[in-house]
């Protein structure tokens, strides 16, 4: 027979009793993982362990040893890493051709905090070679770049003949990030949404071939993510006083995309939305969008770069979807 379960007594401190276990002695561990409960009655949470990217798809099919142990994996997470490595060899396929022809490419990675812009930027690049692509991810402005033209230090980072460039936010940021937390003043961000769709017009008549993404997130995803990023020692470097304050301020930040869309969506340089509340699925339609668009040699059938419509929209179904529910922004995707 099981021995009796003597309890301890009560801990004075609070925070004690939120952690209190009982003891378990001469039960087996399945009936005492039971009984491991907090003062609620719920199981305490576990810290997740995550399988690195690629793993599981890597070792599929490898034989059963004894140094091996097997683990299980959601089908849609196997599923994701064998389409992804598809998709990185295609951005191989493209990388040469982008070289081989003497291609510009600028693509544009925007949207709210925590939507997803740097994990798709990493899938992206993890295989392409560094000496043809570049990732420009741009601190506040100095002193001396205060004074230039506002476009003046984003320019310099243009890509010569046969390279790509991706910006982790740009020029955009006076569009939404810095009228919003008074970085700038209301002139100076109207003058920029008039100037910017004539350098974009620049831009792309020039030669260089120009993507503009809106990561979009809903305001209860952007939360778990922030609590994520608070409690895992890993992405600590990705929080910081101004995205802690993205949820107090989602109303002004949906005022200032619908504005930003509207005077900057042009047939020569339109937005395109990734819905990013599941952020495999946006990497993945993101980088079929950009397989699509270059016509490069031995490339995929088209019918395998097709992109899901729930997750990829345009910027004028995004408008048209602002304007009838800017009033309404709890039905607003972020």
């Not at 769709?197 to 809903?218: A, R, T």
């Not at 304050?245 to 042009?266: C, G, H, I, P, S």
Request: proline letters at 5%; aromatic letters at 8%; charged letters at 35%.
């Amino acid at each position: 027979m099981a021995k009796e379960i003597k309890k301890k007594p009560e801990p004075k401190d609070p925070k004690a009793q939120e952690s209190k276990q009982i003891s378990a002695k001469g039960k087996g561990a399945s009936e005492a993982k039971k009984e491991i409960k907090t003062k609620d009655g719920k199981k305490p949470k576990k810290p997740k362990k995550k399988l690195s990217e690629h793993t599981a798809f890597k070792n599929k099919d490898k034989p059963k040893k004894k140094s091996r142990k097997a683990v299980w994996v959601k089908k849609f997470t196997l599923d994701y890493e064998q389409e992804l490595h598809k998709l990185q060899i295609e951005l191989l396929k493209m990388q040469k051709h982008v070289k081989n022809e003497g291609l510009r490419i600028i693509a544009v990675f925007e949207g709210r905090d925590a939507a997803g812009k740097g994990g798709t930027i990493k899938r992206i690049t993890e295989h392409l070679n560094p000496r043809g692509t570049r990732v420009v991810a741009l601190l506040s402005p100095n002193d001396k770049e205060r004074t230039q033209w506002y476009f003046q230090r984003y320019i310099q980072h243009f890509p010569g003949a046969g390279e790509i460039v991706l910006f982790d936010r740009s020029w955009y940021n006076r569009a939404m990030v810095e009228p919003v937390m008074g970085f700038c003043s209301d002139e100076q961000n109207k003058r920029f949404l008039k100037d910017v769709p004539f350098l974009e017009e620049m831009i792309v008549k020039d030669g260089i071939i120009l993507f503009k993404f809106f990561f979009s997130v809903s305001k209860e995803e952007q939360l778990r993510r922030f609590d994520s990023r608070e409690t895992d020692p890993l992405k600590h470097f990705k929080i910081s006083p101004v995205d802690r304050m993205a949820q107090d301020l989602w109303d002004d930040y949906t005022v200032r995309k619908f504005q930003m869309l509207n005077e900057t969506n042009r047939t020569l340089a339109p937005w395109t939305i990734i819905r990013s509340d599941n952020k495999k699925l946006a990497r993945l339609n993101c980088i079929k969008y950009i397989l699509s668009k270059i016509k490069y040699e031995d490339r995929i059938p088209k019918k395998e770069l097709k992109t899901d419509p729930d997750i990829l929209v345009s910027g004028i179904e995004e408008i048209r979807f602002l304007e009838k529910h800017l009033l309404k922004p709890t039905e607003l995707p972020g």
